[in-house]
Nanobody, 117 residues
């Protein structure tokens, strides 16, 4: 089982960019589909983006399409979330997660993203 550590969060003005990273331990990273989720204060955790094991397929929630890009580097055991044109409503704790068998069963500790208006 992998362990996940996110980084790259912070405070940014609306319209700015951030790149989140999620480093995974273990030698089986390439066997996991990977995803990014977020949870805003008072709201449920929601799906943001996902990538397949080799990075050939990506999925996004509608609200981030055209602004966020998920990618992965299996040689570095890392998945990224490039976030451009950030909006105040993107403010949340962002989590990466690893999926086996269609279920996300391993989660990182989260990284805070705050977008000021």
């Amino acid at each position: 089982q992998v362990q996940l550590v996110e980084s790259g969060g912070g405070l940014v003005q609306a319209g700015g960019s951030l790149r989140l990273s999620c480093a995974a331990s273990g030698r089986t990273f390439s066997t996991y589909d990977m995803g990014w989720f977020r949870q805003a204060p008072g709201k449920e955790r929601e799906f943001v983006a996902a990538t397949s094991r080799r990075g050939g397929t990506a999925y996004y929630t509608d609200s981030v399409k055209g602004r966020f890009t998920i990618s992965r580097d299996n040689a570095k055991n890392t998945v990224y979330l490039q976030m451009n044109s950030l909006k105040p409503e993107d403010t949340a704790v962002y989590y990466c997660a690893a999926a086996l068998g269609g279920s996300y069963n391993t989660w990182g500790q989260g990284t805070q993203v705050t977008v000021s208006s």
